[in-house]
């Protein structure tokens, strides 16, 4: 059994075009019960960019990212403190 109360996750999610105006974020808390906290973000028509914190179990969470992975975005862990300049 998981621990919901687990430390979240960065990830630096790459959206291609066809997905940009897909609600992802949203099918992910929907779909997996995952708490994420969007740090930044640069979204045009051809493509977007997310740094995200993903809260939740750990099963739930590699739920999510293996979601974003399949769907055909490019998802990479990050490590560090993203906010901090």
């Not at 708490?35 to 995200?52: D, G, K, Q, T």
């Not at 739920?63 to 974003?68: E, G, N, R, T």
């Amino acid at each position: 059994m998981t621990q919901p109360n687990s430390p979240s996750i960065r990830l630096f999610v790459s959206i291609p075009e066809p997905l940009v105006e897909r609600p992802m974020i949203y099918e992910m808390i929907k779909n997996f019960d995952v708490v994420p906290s969007i740090r930044r973000a640069n979204v045009e028509a051809h493509s977007a960019w997310v740094i995200l914190e993903l809260a939740g179990p750990v099963e739930a969470r590699d739920q999510a990212v293996a979601y974003l992975s399949d769907l055909g975005c490019t998802v990479n862990r990050m490590e560090g403190d993203v906010v901090a300049g």
